[in-house]
């Protein structure tokens, strides 16, 4: 019956996503394609991501590959909605706009207290977690980490193998840093945050260039 239970969650549409998601993550992206591409979303959410993958997937498929007009229609009519509400292809596609631009973007906050679309205050949008938010990611190696720590700490961004590619120092008092790992090809890396030796934060990292 378990079984059974874990078959079905992986054959539904969130499964599917989150599989496109893990071989994104393993830098198998022509195989993430042709999943995401035979995935029938049937809410916003799935939509929003699906499509999200899809423009990203145009890339790491293809590093020639130049986003078409329409292209980047679709990607700002994901990224006007409420992220609550669109979930994280929301995210995906104001990040994919921030790489394009070369810069930061603010984007409308859509939402109100419910989580609907509200009021037009501006925020500026990353992967947040904690005390950490990263923007933009996806990037070309560029990108900025604002943190808040009671300790200084380091950051090692590896590939997927766990080799170290590049090393930071975050300072404390500094609470921010600009981030310029020129060694960085395209592709699925990791970014980890140690403080006294333990990992306290760890994500991926998108590089387009």
């Known amino acids: 019956m378990l079984q059974n239970f874990y078959s079905a969650a992986q054959n539904s ?3 599917k996503l989150l599989v496109v998601e893990e071989k994104i993550e393993l830098g198998l992206f022509n195989e993430a394609l042709t999943l995401n591409s035979s995935i029938f979303a049937s809410n916003i959410v799935e939509q929003n991501l699906q499509t999200a993958n899809n423009m ?3 890339k790491l498929t293809n590093y020639n590959y ?9 990607l700002n009519l994901i990224a006007a909605q409420c992220e609550m509400e669109g979930g994280k292809g929301v995210i995906l596609a104001r990040n994919i706009l921030m790489q394009l631009s070369k810069g930061i973007i603010a984007f409308a906050n859509n939402c109100n207290s419910n989580g609907r679309i ?9 992967n947040t977690e904690d005390n950490f938010t990263l923007y933009p990611n996806p990037n070309d190696g560029n990108f900025t980490l604002n943190y ?5 700490a380091q950051l090692n961004i590896t590939d997927v193998t ?4 590049c090393t930071y120092n975050l300072l404390s008092n500094a609470n921010s840093i600009e ?3 020129k060694e960085l090809s395209n592709g699925c890396y ?3 945050i140690l403080l006294g030796g333990s990992v306290i934060k760890s994500d991926k990292i998108i590089i387009i260039k």
């Open 162 to 165: 766990g080799k170290v590619i």
């Open 118 to 126: 509200g009021d037009d205050t501006e925020q500026r949008t990353g």
């Open 190 to 192: 990791l970014y980890n």
């Open 179 to 181: 981030v310029n790992c």
């Open 66 to 74: 130049s986003y078409t007009g329409g292209d980047i229609v679709e």
């Open 56 to 58: 990203l997937l145009k």
């Open 13 to 15: 549409c969130f499964g």
């Open 148 to 152: 808040t720590i009671a300790l200084d």
